[in-house]
């Protein structure tokens, strides 16, 4: 940027060194960076799982070390994909042709595949042949193959101080170790602490050391320098996230950086542990000290080992440290904030059923099952559709709505297998209800409310997909009351210290509680820009024993505009895949519109969200039976501004009953032309479409008709909610101008 103003390399220094050397200086390494791209294909199983020209990663993660072999270790373990090196992952079942045909095939995995096959004695230059990987990384590949060889008919008591020193420099963690020789990581971690085998950490200078680093920017090793330099200061350290994934994203970087920024006003050292290059967190000058390292339990001790800080915030980066929690508090190290107990309790379905009974709230009527024989009784009890919700996921990651019993039976294998630990909830599903997220602060006696969020599509959309508005648009002054009171009591009882979110659901005029999670949400950087105020930041600091009253935050900031987040999804990228929503979240990104009337600020939402509202045109409508009496007012509506209306038979035959001409068009199994061709044609502006049926006909005319939208970029409505949404938006452009504010001015 500096140089695009004027100035020249030379006359700007080098901030890591503290300005000893201009910028102007080439960059001189002395160590390896290996950055490794994170996937999410499981969350769109239509699309196969190939790489080509076209981007299809999520986020990535980035690892330093001494050599090659050290940093690509350390990355893999960053990824949190569940492995910690290179597992085998090969199916033995499968043929071995099989094995070769992987390893030829660009994909998230072919890494892997390739060490599989050294393991089954394919050759540098077959799997050279196959691949085309430079023959330089698979001679490092197939050396980590080998010393996992080597030492696989070891036990632990075999393994001695220089061979466990040699693993540890080529970048194995204690829990690769661990299950290579059928040990616990414990016990792993246990010995090399006897032995006297500790990493050292290095800082990232940019000039080989040659000149002194002034900046604490730092990466661990296993060599014999530690250059830490670790102070005296009283300091808290907060983990990151680590890598994007979808469910878990630069929101919680917000937080984490807002944590930093707050206690560093406060007096506090602070030390910043991430392996995400994509984030502000991990810039050199977030925090007074950057550790560049994975996020686990065995290199988070390493470092609070030599740290020793007052307190480590786990509650800022999604569930990545949340899942570590309990092991580093059983390791001593000081939890900040609400305790792993207390997140356990809200995390773990079965413990916070408990609490909801205990407390006399009221949940859609549920059970809990941790086999497909539980599942069923419980299916019998409760009735269908039932959400399936599993503990400690992020992104409501294996979550869904069923309707039968063997999609129950196909859908609780992959939701087991997405939390293998912790038993799973089946709720009753809360038919067009409208749900609530509520963003609050709690410093153990009083809580604020920071925000309370409507989502514009009808429970049962997961709430990272859903647009939502601050303030509600259309709540009671008393449920709103009713709500605050709720929200408050929650995080007493549950012992919060810090940010707490609430997912509420409001249904045949009662107030369902869906979900508690005390920790950072991905609201919770939307919530601050509407309100003005970070709520990061007042959680961090009521951690460290701010109170609130202390930080004069003492009641809710009700903003004067609407503020609506919209979500933005990565459809095109996956040919084939069905672009609904449900629990499970696939949104990559959100966007805000904001204004005094919520219509434009809805309709500002979607332009930014690049589904800009037409103002005049053909709109498509097909209901289901419960939907058309609400589609004639709908249809009305319109009617009046200025579109012309088109329907499937049913629709279109009750539509007109009513005195509304509505032309009738064929759905897709009914043959050309049908409603895909028309759309393909270019001559459709709006679609609402609640229909759908469950016969194999029926899905397949909804996905093909889902499918056209997206291609065309033809906004689409999937429920009633968000079509009288739409319509509050369309109404605000013909009759409103598009008025322009910076967030500062509010």
């Given at each position: 940027?500096?140089?695009?103003?004027?100035?020249?390399?030379?006359?700007l220094?080098?901030?890591i060194?503290?300005?000893?050397?201009?910028?102007?200086f080439?960059?001189s390494?002395?160590?390896v960076?290996?950055?490794?791209p994170?996937?999410n294909?499981?969350?769109?199983?239509?699309?196969?799982p190939?790489l080509?020209?076209?981007?299809?990663?999520?986020?990535?993660?980035?690892?330093?070390g001494?050599t090659?072999?050290?940093s690509l270790q350390?990355?893999i373990?960053g990824?949190?994909t569940?492995r910690?090196g290179?597992?085998?992952?090969?199916?033995e079942?499968?043929?071995?042709?099989?094995l070769?045909?992987k390893?030829?095939?660009p994909?998230p995995d072919r890494?892997?595949f390739v060490?599989?096959?050294f393991r089954k004695g394919?050759?540098v230059?077959?799997?050279?042949?196959?691949?085309k990987i430079?023959?330089?990384?698979?001679?490092?590949?197939?050396?980590?193959?080998?010393?996992?060889k080597?030492?696989?008919?070891?036990?632990?008591?075999?393994?001695?101080?220089?061979q466990?020193?040699?693993l540890?420099?080529k970048g194995f963690s204690?829990?690769?170790i661990?299950s290579?020789?059928?040990a616990?990581?414990?016990?792993?971690?246990?010995l090399?602490?006897?032995?006297?085998?500790r990493?050292v950490?290095?800082r990232?200078?940019t000039c080989?050391?040659?000149?002194?680093?002034?900046?604490a920017?730092?990466y661990?090793?296993?060599e014999?320098e530690?250059e830490?330099?670790v102070?005296?200061?009283?300091k808290?350290?907060?983990l990151g996230?680590?890598?994007n994934?979808?469910?878990q994203g630069?929101?919680?970087?917000?937080?984490?950086v807002?944590?930093s920024?707050?206690?560093?006003e406060?007096?506090?050292?602070t030390?910043?542990?991430?392996?995400?290059?994509?984030t502000?967190?991990?810039?050199?000058?977030?925090s007074?000290r950057?550790y560049?390292?994975p996020?686990?339990v065995e290199?988070?001790?390493s470092?609070?080992?030599?740290?020793k800080p007052?307190g480590?915030?786990?509650?800022y980066?999604?569930?990545?440290?949340?899942?570590i929690?309990e092991?580093l508090?059983k390791n001593?190290v000081?939890i900040?904030g609400?305790?792993?107990d207390?997140?356990d309790?809200a995390?773990?379905?079965?413990?916070f059923?408990e609490f909801v009974n205990k407390?006399?709230?009221?949940q859609p009527?549920?059970?809990?099952?941790?086999?497909v024989e539980e599942?069923?009784?419980?299916?019998?009890?409760?009735g269908?559709p039932?959400?399936v919700?599993?503990?400690y996921v992020?992104?409501?990651?294996a979550?869904?709505?069923?309707?039968?019993?063997?999609?129950?039976e196909?859908?609780?294998v992959?939701a087991?297998?997405a939390s293998s630990?912790?038993p799973?909830l089946?709720?009753?599903?809360?038919?067009q209800?409208?749900e609530?997220?509520?963003?609050a602060?709690?410093?153990?006696k009083?809580v604020v409310i920071g925000?309370i969020?409507?989502h514009?599509?009808?429970?049962?959309?997961?709430?990272?997909d859903?647009a939502c508005s601050?303030p509600p648009?259309s709540l009671?002054?008393?449920?709103?009351?009713?709500?605050?009171i709720?929200?408050k009591?929650?995080?007493?009882?549950i012992?919060a210290?810090?940010?707490?979110?609430?997912q509420?659901a409001?249904y045949?005029n009662e107030l369902?509680l869906?979900?508690v999670?005390?920790r950072?949400s991905?609201?919770?950087?939307?919530?601050?820009?509407?309100i003005?105020?970070?709520?990061?930041?007042?959680?961090a600091l009521?951690?460290?024993?701010i109170?609130?009253?202390?930080?004069?935050?003492?009641?809710?900031?009700?903003?004067?505009?609407f503020?609506?987040?919209?979500?933005?999804?990565?459809f095109?990228k996956f040919l084939?895949?069905?672009?609904?929503?449900g629990p499970e979240m696939k949104s990559?990104?959100?966007?805000?519109?904001f204004d005094?009337?919520?219509?434009m600020?809805?309709?500002?939402s979607?332009i930014?969200?690049?589904?800009?509202?037409?103002k005049?045109g053909?709109a498509?409508i097909?209901?289901?039976n419960?939907?058309?009496?609400?589609g004639v007012?709908?249809?009305?509506?319109?009617?009046?501004?200025?579109?012309?209306l088109c329907?499937?038979?049913?629709?279109a035959d009750?539509?007109?009953?009513?005195?509304?001409?509505?032309k009738k068009?064929?759905?897709?199994?009914q043959?050309?032309p049908?409603?895909v061709?028309v759309l393909?044609?270019?001559?459709?502006?709006?679609?609402i479409?609640t229909?759908?049926?469950n016969?194999?006909?029926?899905?397949s005319?909804a996905?093909?008709?889902?499918?056209a939208?997206?291609a065309n970029?033809?906004?689409?409505?999937?429920?009633m909610?968000?079509?009288?949404v739409?319509l509050?938006?369309?109404?605000s452009?013909?009759?409103?101008?598009?008025?322009?504010?910076?967030l500062q001015?509010?």
């Open positions: 940027a500096k140089l695009a103003v004027g100035y020249t390399l030379d006359e220094s080098n901030d060194t503290g300005g000893v050397i201009p910028a102007s080439e960059p390494i002395d160590y960076v290996t950055k490794i994170r996937f294909f499981e969350k769109f199983i239509q699309t196969e190939v080509s020209t076209q981007m299809k990663s999520v986020g990535e993660v980035m690892a330093i001494r090659f072999q050290e350390k990355a373990r990824l949190e569940g910690d290179l597992n085998p992952i090969f199916n079942e499968d043929e071995f042709e099989t070769k045909q390893i030829s095939i994909s890494l892997w060490a599989d096959g394919l050759t230059d077959e799997i050279f042949d196959f691949s430079d023959p330089w990384f698979l001679v490092q590949i197939k050396d980590l193959v080998d010393q996992e080597i030492i696989e008919n070891q036990t632990l008591s075999d393994l001695d101080q220089q466990l020193y040699d540890k420099r204690d829990s690769r661990a290579i020789i059928q616990t990581e414990e016990e792993v971690r246990n090399r602490s006897d032995l006297g085998i990493p950490f290095k990232v200078d080989a050391a040659e000149f002194e680093s002034s900046t920017y730092m661990s090793t296993y014999e530690c830490a330099n102070t005296q200061n009283k808290i350290m907060v996230g680590g890598p994934r979808i469910g630069i929101e919680f970087d917000y937080c984490c807002h944590a920024l707050g206690l560093r406060e007096g506090y050292e030390i910043m542990v991430n392996c995400n290059p994509e502000v967190s991990t810039d050199f000058d977030t007074d950057l560049f390292e996020i686990t290199d988070v001790l470092i609070t080992d030599i740290e007052e480590v915030i786990v509650q980066g999604g569930q990545t440290p949340l899942k929690a092991e508090e001593g000081p900040l609400t305790s792993p207390s997140i309790l995390e773990d379905r079965g413990r059923q407390h006399n709230l009221k009527p549920n059970g809990i099952a941790s086999s599942a069923m009784k419980v299916s019998e009890e409760v269908f039932l959400v919700r599993p503990s992020l992104g409501g990651r979550m869904e709505v069923v309707y039968k019993k063997s999609d129950l196909n859908y609780l992959e087991v297998q630990k912790s799973v089946l709720d009753g599903f809360l038919n209800a409208t609530m997220d509520i963003e602060v709690c410093d153990g009083n925000g969020l409507q514009i599509e009808q429970a049962g959309i997961h709430s990272g859903s601050l648009y009671s002054e008393d449920l709103i009351e009713e709500i605050t709720m929200v009591k929650i995080a007493l009882e012992g210290i810090g940010l707490i979110n609430v509420l409001y045949k369902y869906l979900e999670n005390p950072a991905r609201t919770i950087p939307f919530v601050s820009k509407c003005g105020r970070s709520l990061a930041k007042v959680g009521c951690m460290a024993g109170s609130l009253e202390a930080q004069k935050f003492n009641k809710e900031i009700v903003p004067e505009y503020s609506v987040k919209e979500a933005v999804f990565p095109n084939g895949v069905d672009p609904i929503l990559t990104g959100e966007v805000m519109g005094k009337n919520f219509g600020a809805f309709a500002k979607q930014a969200a690049s589904n800009s509202l037409p005049k053909l498509f097909s209901l289901k419960s939907h058309k009496k609400e007012e709908l249809a009305r509506q319109l009617i009046k501004l200025n579109f012309k329907g499937t038979g049913g629709t009750y539509i007109r009953q009513h005195g509304i001409h509505c068009i064929n759905k897709v199994n043959g050309s049908h409603i061709d393909n044609a270019k001559k459709i502006a709006l679609v479409n229909g759908g049926g016969s194999e006909t029926q899905l005319d996905v093909a008709l889902r499918r939208t997206l970029k033809v906004p689409y409505c999937t429920n909610s968000t079509a009288k739409c509050e938006g369309i109404k452009l013909k009759l409103r101008d598009i008025s322009v504010t910076s001015d509010i």
